[in-house]
């Protein structure tokens, strides 16, 4: 899938110190795979991999991220810009009804979204009205009225004293409909009118034709684009031939319940610029939510925790951490081997060293160590941290040389790196005891250095 994909390519830049040109060229080789398996249309991938290569290569150096979560960070906003950025919600009339029409193929999902549309408006306090244009499918106005019946919304349909042997099968002018029930709505004071329409399995000029006409009888405040987000490679061609047919202003994802990656979403959104403004994920009339590209961008990465480590990276240091330190120091208490791990993971799971350690006392002192220092460093600490018990990391004294070498083994290094990890411990302990003393504010000191 195309979330394993990046997941493994992005795990390969994990731990790199610096990207060459060709760990750029081979990440946005996999990205390019990864997207083209999702079926994201290809020209869209082309686009999308050549602004990512380009912004990789000239990103800043950042004091907060390493390379690799550049690389994420990169990815993730270009995909919650072709996504459409910020979640769109309907522009709604200023004067009358505000007119939404649907459009899409037959079986995208419109008449369900009629509904599920109509409830969500409901809820908040709209007054919406269903129109059944579509006169071409049996029992699509029956359809209709069930889906209106379940979310306890009116439905204008073109017959309404038939017989449910005429509603099988209408006939009719399905502009003359629309027309009607726009009208219908202004009279009867609705503040929203939704107008289902006919599609067909694949575009066709009739279909097209009669949808366009329909928009300029009407003229909605919205034209929604309603996709099966399970099509594939179709999708840009059937998103861009209803954007030349009827110009809509914004997209709904259906099915994404199903198996979609987000595919069909990406390639849409792009081609047409138009942005996504619902998902549609279940056949119940509740199965509908806004879209909100930065969530949909995190399914598609599906880097959730990356992106939040890569947030508080950017956020930089803990601040409860920070305060449970001052505090300890306030209280004269040891700094122990637990402390001193528990800061290593932290460090580590903020995934920068630098900007971490430039914002620590005395970090002017050991710039140039910064600038060497090497991240497996801290691996190496965590083991040997880890091979001591939990009475050895709270009372260093105690480790005697039978100690070290166990703890030396354990860890799989050498005796001398156990000395030296405890002596720089106790020299630490030293800097901070003193830090406490002289009142140091907040920010606990780096002791492995
Ligand atoms: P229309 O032809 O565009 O009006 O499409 P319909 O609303 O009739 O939907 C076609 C089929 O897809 C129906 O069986 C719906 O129950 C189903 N459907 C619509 N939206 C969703 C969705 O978000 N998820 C799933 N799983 N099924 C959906
Ligand atoms: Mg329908």
């Known amino acids: 899938s195309l979330s394993d994909r990046l ?3 992005f795990k390969n830049l994990r731990g790199k110190g610096r990207l060459t040109e060709a760990d750029v060229d081979a990440t946005v080789r996999e990205i390019r795979r990864a997207l083209l398996d999702a079926d994201v249309a290809v020209p869209v991938v082309r686009e999308f991999t050549g602004r990512v290569r380009e912004r990789a290569l000239g990103a800043e150096v950042s004091a907060a991220l390493n390379p690799s979560q550049q690389i994420v960070k990169i990815v993730n906003e270009e995909l919650v810009e072709i996504l459409g950025g910020e979640t769109r919600r309907i522009r709604l009339a200023k004067n009358g009804p505000t007119i939404i029409m649907l459009a899409g193929l037959q079986g995208a999902g419109k008449t369900t979204l009629a509904g599920k549309l109509s409830k969500w408006l409901k809820a908040q306090g709209h007054s919406p009205l269903l129109v059944a244009c579509d006169l071409q499918r049996p029992n699509a106005v029956t359809q209709l009225q069930v889906v209106g019946q379940r979310a306890n919304v009116p439905v204008f349909a073109p017959h309404p004293g038939a017989t449910s042997q005429e509603l099988e ?3 009719g002018d399905p502009i003359a409909v629309a027309r009607a029930g726009v009208e219908e709505a202004r009279q009867k004071l609705h503040d929203v009118v939704i107008v289902d329409t006919a599609g067909r399995l ?8 009669q949808a366009r006409q329909i928009r300029r009888a009407i003229v909605p405040n919205e034209v929604l684009f309603v996709i099966d987000s399970m099509i594939g490679q179709d999708a840009v061609n059937t998103a861009l031939a209803f954007d030349e047919g009827v110009n809509f202003t914004g997209i709904v994802l259906s099915k994404l319940d199903g198996d979609a990656r987000g595919g069909a979403a990406l390639s849409v959104s792009s081609v047409t610029g138009k942005p ?4 549609s994920t279940g056949e119940g009339l509740d199965d509908f939510e806004l879209f909100h590209p930065d969530r ?6 599906d880097m959730g925790d990356i992106l939040t480590l890569i947030e508080q990276a950017e956020k930089a240091w803990d601040k409860d951490e920070a305060a449970r330190m001052a505090k300890k120091f306030a209280d004269q208490e040891d700094f122990t081997l637990e402390d001193f ?3 290593m993971q932290q460090i580590r799971n903020m995934g920068s060293m630098k900007k971490m350690l430039m914002m620590m006392p005395g970090a002017q002192n050991i710039r140039q160590q910064l600038e060497q ?4 460093e801290i691996d190496r600490v965590e083991a040997i941290v880890r091979s001591m018990t939990p009475h050895e990391r709270l009372a260093p004294k105690i480790i005697n040389g039978s100690r070290r070498a166990r703890i030396a083994r354990g860890s799989g290094v050498h005796v001398s790196e156990v000395n030296g990890l405890l002596e720089r411990f106790a020299q630490a302990q030293k800097m901070m005891k003193k830090m406490a003393q002289g009142g140091m504010p907040g920010m606990p000191g780096m002791p492995g250095l």
Not at 202 to 209: I, K, L, S, T
Not at 276 to 279: G, L, R, S
Not at 296 to 301: E, H, Q
């Open 7 to 9: 997941t493994a390519t």
């Open 169 to 171: 099968h209408p006939a």
């Open 202 to 209: 694949g575009v066709d000029a009739d279909m097209m034709e």
């Open 276 to 279: 996504v403004m619902f998902a």
């Open 296 to 301: 949909m961008a995190s399914r598609i990465l």
């Open 341 to 343: 791990l528990a800061q």
């Open 373 to 376: 220092f090497d991240e497996r």
